[in-house]
């Protein structure tokens, strides 16, 4: 069985999570992180070297990094249309997996950080706007995309979809200022109605 180390509240977490609950998988997960630490032991350590979720464990493959993770198990125990079966369509897919992590989840943990685990008189407003700002001008690249075929990669959803629709659960459920981005909201709204988004993703923001 697959186990999973890491909270439920972590993003990196949950897109695991969900991709598990929509290939129907079974799986262990276990609290490490955030509120309940373990994440700086010696045993987590020589596991997940940089002290983050989540880590994966199968069998005697142990991994971290939440694509890597998401890419594996849509490969070993996935089929298309989550890990396509074209090439092409694969290297979208991937292609949007990289994307997310350069260029929109940094300025997503700013903003998430800032309004969600920082009481507002301590909170650096000049800078979760700025990130805003910028996750405003990634999102609407994203937009554009969703404007030309529902998922990421054409009709069907895919690993690409799992890495990213995470924040914008995020996004359309903090306090902030968004330019209208009718695709995405139809993109994400997609997501919304699927069990697995909601039972893993679509948690108490904290
Ligand atoms: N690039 C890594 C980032 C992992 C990461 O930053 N995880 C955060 C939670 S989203 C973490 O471990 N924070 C420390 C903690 O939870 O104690 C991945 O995608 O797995």
Do not use: C
């Amino acid at each position: 069985m697959l186990k999973i180390l890491g909270r439920a509240s972590s993003i990196n977490v949950q897109k695991v999570m969900w991709l598990i609950a929509e290939l129907g998988l079974e799986v262990e997960r276990v609290d490490i992180g955030g509120p309940f630490g373990g994440n700086d032991q010696p045993d987590y350590l020589a596991k997940n070297p940089m002290g983050l979720v989540p880590t994966l464990e199968d069998g005697d493959l142990v991994i971290f990094e939440s694509h890597s993770i998401v890419r594996y198990i849509a490969e070993a125990y996935g089929a298309d249309p989550w890990y396509p079966a074209d090439l092409r369509r694969r290297a979208v897919a991937s292609q949007w997996m990289d994307w997310t992590l350069a260029h929109l989840h940094p300025h997503m943990t700013v903003i998430y950080k800032g309004l969600v685990r920082t009481p507002p008189e301590k909170r650096d407003n000049d800078a979760i706007e700025n990130a805003r700002r910028q996750a405003a001008d990634m999102l609407g690249i994203l937009d554009r995309r969703l404007a030309e075929r529902p998922y990421l990669t054409g009709d069907d959803p895919t690993m690409g979809d799992i890495a990213l629709a995470p924040y914008a659960y995020r996004w359309f459920n903090l306090e902030l200022e968004r330019p209208p981005a009718d695709n995405l909201r139809a993109w994400y709204d997609r997501f919304a109605a699927r069990p697995a988004f909601r039972d893993h993703v679509m948690l108490p923001l904290s």
